[in-house]
């Protein structure tokens, strides 16, 4: 076999076998932004749903405030919402269950503290 068509034959292999993976590459992107997307929609309707069955003043604005923050940026924002009294604790963990069961992971989700003073 001459250098010309070997070449070709390798190149068309290479090919062949390289293709594949740029596609499944771009595949994942895709489907990590519509997973991204979807978690974001399940948040905000749990979040709406747990709400409106919550006393009123059951959180603290500054905790409002933080989780809107984290929803406004597409729940993408490293977030820092910081549960400080009792009713913004349980609502953090049940929103922790039920966006689990959704199946997203807990580094998904904004509840958590800034360590001060270090």
Known sequence: MNKT???IVLGVMLATFIAPIGLAI???HAQ???WRAT???LYQTHRDDIRAQMPANATSTAFDDQEDEFVASGCTARAYVCPQ?????EYAN????VMMNEGATGSFLPFACKETGR
């Not at 009294?85 to 604790?89: D, I, S, V």
């Not at 049940?94 to 269950?97: E, I, P």
């Open 5 to 7: 068509i070997r070449n």
């Open 26 to 28: 771009t595949e994942s």
């Open 32 to 34: 990590n932004a519509n």
């Open 39 to 41: 978690k974001c929609a």
């Open 85 to 89: 009294n009792w009713a913004e604790l």
């Open 94 to 97: 049940l929103m922790s269950v």
